[in-house]
């Protein structure tokens, strides 16, 4: 697979964009790009874990509906949600209809809501690396776990999350800007 790709304005963008609209909005408008707040993180974290084993394109397209649905991912409303509200979410096709997913999301909305304002924000960001490597000049050097990842997912199990493996930690790192994978040549690489 190229690592590369020139898009029909002329720009050059890592190629997992391919030609999809929304991907290259994505990818132009937020992905890398340092993401910061509780809440944000939270929704994140969430929508990360919702992805596995999917593409990431599912879930953007699928993302206004679960903004929709878990209450802007607002921690404490999401803390909040029952039984019935479990079963309400497993009957709507506009998520990914699944039971383990949804218990994890509002658990972990839980854990968030009883952390400190800020607390959230500031444990994920104390394990983006300190100094960046040299920038990935194909697809094939980036990473899907770090030693970062790693002790994030490690830190967020011992707390209690759910659905914060290495893999999608590493994702979320790269998706909040915390790691800048753009590979070389494209034009938001730094």
């Given at each position: 697979m190229a690592s590369l790709l020139t898009a029909a304005d002329g720009r050059d963008r890592c190629a997992w964009v391919g030609d999809d609209a929304e991907y290259?909005?994505?990818?132009?408008?937020?992905?890398?790009?340092?993401?910061?707040?509780?809440?944000?993180?939270?929704?994140?974290?969430?929508?990360?874990?919702?992805?596995?084993?999917?593409?990431?394109?599912?879930?953007?397209?699928?993302?206004?509906?679960?903004?929709?649905?878990?209450?802007?991912?607002?921690p404490a409303q999401v803390a909040a949600f029952g039984a019935d509200d479990v079963e309400r979410l497993m009957t709507d096709a506009g998520i990914i209809r699944n039971r383990a997913?949804?218990?994890?999301?509002?658990?972990?909305?839980?854990?968030?809501?009883?952390?400190?304002?800020?607390?959230?924000?500031?444990?994920?960001?104390?394990?983006?690396?300190q100094a960046s490597g040299p920038r990935p000049r194909d697809l094939g050097e980036v990473p899907a776990v770090t030693a970062e990842s790693t002790a994030l997912s490690t830190a967020l199990r011992a707390r209690g999350f759910r659905f914060v493996g290495p893999t999608t930690m590493y994702a979320l790192m790269q998706s909040a800007g915390m790691v800048d994978d753009h590979v070389a040549g494209c034009w938001r690489a730094a």
């Amino acid at each position: 697979m190229a690592s590369l790709l020139t898009a029909a304005d002329g720009r050059d963008r890592c190629a997992w964009v391919g030609d999809d609209a929304e991907y290259r909005r994505y990818h132009d408008e937020e992905w890398g790009r340092p993401l910061h707040g509780d809440r944000a993180l939270f929704e994140k974290m969430a929508l990360e874990g919702f992805q596995a084993g999917l593409s990431w394109i599912t879930i953007l397209r699928k993302r206004p509906r679960f903004r929709e649905v878990f209450a802007g991912f607002d921690p404490a409303q999401v803390a909040a949600f029952g039984a019935d509200d479990v079963e309400r979410l497993m009957t709507d096709a506009g998520i990914i209809r699944n039971r383990a997913k949804i218990e994890a999301t509002i658990t972990n909305a839980a854990l968030v809501r009883d952390m400190a304002e800020g607390e959230l924000d500031a444990l994920m960001w104390s394990f983006a690396p300190q100094a960046s490597g040299p920038r990935p000049r194909d697809l094939g050097e980036v990473p899907a776990v770090t030693a970062e990842s790693t002790a994030l997912s490690t830190a967020l199990r011992a707390r209690g999350f759910r659905f914060v493996g290495p893999t999608t930690m590493y994702a979320l790192m790269q998706s909040a800007g915390m790691v800048d994978d753009h590979v070389a040549g494209c034009w938001r690489a730094a």
